[in-house]
């Protein structure tokens, strides 16, 4: 595993450029450059209906799952920013000033093709589902449903016509505090080809001092006319001997754009870690999160998710205004049929 880690952080080292953006497309942060400042209002709210397959209750109710200002746009030439809040998350989930905002960065471009961002960004992973905007994810592995995925640090990106790379030093995402001292390394790849493109990232990420889980992250998204198939693939070491698919997500989204204003998909996907002797869990006595070298997806997982969805949009050629309806379910040991029926607004403001 050394040499593993010897290799990454050479990689980071030799690499000068890097690409940032996150859950945050590409094409927005172009965008954002070309215009002096932009205000926007994102919400989404749901009606949720649980159908048990079990002896438990129909749980159903309307619920709101995101409420987020944000703000963009170019200073000068050489400067854009970002700033994204959200609103409906618990101060006390929250403790430090920036618990609630995702992402408060400024870039700096010495061209067209090399930039420099500073600020709290997306942790630069690699996968599709993970770079999706959680306003637009229905339901999800549970790698994204526990993965830290905004902090502070430094980004530096080299992209063209074709392809984006970058090299981020953040602080980890296993973090818990200020000034705890360690660190996430990570070195990522957008492609943008005619059917095919990436999201390919290297990570060495420590989640305790001097201690180091490696993630390989490859997104690959294939794409024909109205078509396009994703496929996620992750692997995650704590060292050598559990290197190769111990701890691993795989995740599958076949997505067809019927016309400008209707979209139909199906997604599915498999979390599993079989790297340590199994832990205590959060339902067992002496549970001890701390044991586990990987504490986004825990040893002794093995979860299932699949389901299927259609969006549709009233306002033609426009994304502003979204109608969904999605179902999905997984293997827990109380299973429910998941149905959600809901609206996304995102208005720009000013």
């Known amino acids: ?75 000068n030439e050489h400067f854009s920013y970002k700033f994204r809040q959200r609103l409906n998350v618990p101060t006390s989930a929250n403790p430090t000033i920036f618990g609630a905002t995702d992402m408060a960065w400024i870039a700096y471009h010495i061209n067209k093709s090399f930039s420099f961002t500073a600020g709290k960004q997306v942790v630069a992973i690699g996968g599709f589902e993970y770079d999706e905007a959680p306003i637009d994810v229905y339901y999800w592995s549970d790698f994204w449903n526990n993965v830290v995925c905004y902090q502070l640090g430094l980004t530096f990106t080299y992209s063209n016509t074709k392809n984006t790379f970058m090299a981020q030093f953040v602080n980890s995402p296993f973090s818990k505090k200020a000034f705890e001292n360690i660190w996430a390394y990570n070195l990522m790849w957008f492609g943008n080809y005619k059917w095919f493109h990436t999201a390919y990232s290297i990570n060495l990420i420590e989640y305790e001092k001097n201690k180091y889980i490696n ?20 692997n995650r070491a704590g060292s050598a001997k559990e290197f190769f698919f111990k701890d691993y997500t795989l995740i599958g989204k076949a997505t067809y754009q019927i016309n400008s204003q209707w979209k139909v998909f199906a997604k599915g996907g498999y979390d599993r ?26 040893p002794g997982t093995s979860y299932a998710f699949y389901g299927a969805g259609i969006e549709f949009f009233p306002i033609k050629n426009k994304e502003t205004l979204r109608i969904h ?4 379910s997984n293997n827990n040991r109380i299973q429910y049929q998941n149905l959600e029926l809901g609206v996304r607004w995102k208005i720009k403001a000013i």
């Open 215 to 234: 993630y390989i992250a490859l997104g690959n998204r294939f794409t024909f006319n109205h078509f396009s198939l994703d496929i996620d693939i992750m």
């Open 325 to 328: 309806l999605a179902w999905h």
């Open 273 to 298: 870690n079989n790297s340590q002797t199994h832990i205590p869990q959060h339902n067992e006595p002496n549970f001890d999160l701390n044991l586990a070298i990987d504490r986004f997806v825990l």
């Open 1 to 75: 595993m050394k040499r593993i880690y010897t290799t990454t952080l050479f990689l980071l080292v030799s690499l000068s450029v890097i690409a940032q953006d996150e859950r945050y497309t590409l094409e927005e942060a172009t965008q954002a450059r070309q215009q002096k400042f932009a205000l926007y209002f994102d919400t989404r709210f749901d009606l949720d209906v649980k159908i048990s397959t079990d002896t438990n209750p129909t749980q159903a109710g309307f619920a709101g799952k995101y409420l987020q200002v944000y703000f963009d746009g170019q200073i």
